[in-house]
């Protein structure tokens, strides 16, 4: 089964204020919820972040009525390298691999001509 995985700031928790002070200060993207729903029921999915799992979990799991689970070592054998379940939010630390991931900061990498173009390209912006 492929998997997909969701970047959790920026991507589901709105993030306005960006790290701010390490909290989940902020609400959902509009829509994000639902995609996540819609998503699970055709793909595993899984939501990477930096953040403490447990508590990026318990924020999803106070929105919604599907099964939330953080990914706290150490793991079953089965599930040590990919994410193949249907139907339950996976939240971890791990890149696992995936059929696609989605992140509000990420650079679809083509060539490193492309890469290092497109990182110039955003740092600009920031300026």
């Known amino acids: 089964m492929a998997a997909i995985g969701l970047d959790f700031d920026g991507v589901i928790h709105r993030y306005s204020r960006g790290w701010?002070?390490?909290s989940i200060y902020d609400g959902?993207?509009?829509?994000a919820l639902m995609a996540i729903r819609e998503l699970m029921g055709d793909y595993s999915v899984f939501v990477f972040t930096s953040r403490n799992p447990l508590q990026v979990a318990g924020w999803i799991q106070?929105?919604?009525?599907?099964?939330?689970i953080a990914d706290i070592e150490p793991l079953p054998p089965d599930q040590q390298e990919f994410w193949d379940v249907r139907?339950?939010?996976?939240?971890?630390?791990r890149k696992i691999p995936a059929?696609?991931?989605v992140d509000d900061r990420?650079?679809?990498?083509q060539s490193w001509d492309q890469a290092l173009a497109d990182i110039k390209e955003l740092d600009r912006w920031r300026r």
């Open 106 to 109: 990420g650079i679809r990498f």
């Open 99 to 101: 059929l696609a991931y």
């Open 62 to 68: 106070a929105r919604v009525q599907f099964p939330v």
């Open 28 to 31: 959902e993207v509009p829509g």
């Open 87 to 93: 139907g339950t939010l996976l939240v971890t630390r």
């Open 20 to 22: 701010h002070d390490g």
